[in-house]
């Protein structure tokens, strides 16, 4: 398959995914929750060490789904395994919503 047709597919696959509504989420809530996940990925979601990734303005669903991925043993990360096992579905939610919801700003590279 060539890269165009492959781009255009997961372009809309992720519009798609992005605009199934999920439950009700507590941006707050899912602040307060964060403070366990700073140390990594920071409180205001940029990443502090080398191998986290950021999570600022990453969509809702797609930081639900790759917590619940960790949390189910599906996806694996020695740090993370431990860090999402107590989680409940609300906490995934809150702190999907938190991440989400942190706004950034994209600068074009000066010529």
């Known amino acids: 398959?060539?890269?165009?047709?492959?781009?255009?597919?997961?372009?809309v696959a992720a519009a798609a995914f992005a605009a199934i509504p999920s439950a009700a989420q507590d941006v707050a809530?899912?602040?307060?929750?964060?403070?366990?996940?700073?140390?990594?990925?920071?409180?205001?979601?940029?990443?502090?060490?080398?191998?986290?990734?950021?999570?600022?303005a990453q969509p809702a669903p797609y930081l639900e789904r790759a917590l619940r991925a960790?949390?189910?043993?599906e996806r694996r990360n020695e740090v993370m395994?431990?860090?999402?096992?107590?989680?409940?579905?609300?906490d995934?939610?809150?702190l999907a919503a938190y991440y989400s919801?942190?706004?950034?700003?994209?600068k074009a590279v000066p010529q």
């Open 1 to 11: 398959m060539s890269p165009r047709p492959f781009a255009a597919a997961a372009l």
């Open 29 to 56: 809530a899912g602040r307060r929750k964060a403070i366990a996940c700073q140390t990594c990925h920071g409180l205001d979601g940029l990443a502090k060490l080398p191998d986290a990734p950021h999570l600022a």
């Open 70 to 73: 960790y949390r189910a043993g």
């Open 81 to 90: 395994s431990v860090a999402v096992k107590t989680l409940s579905d609300e």
């Open 92 to 94: 995934i939610r809150d």
């Open 101 to 106: 919801a942190i706004q950034i700003e994209v």
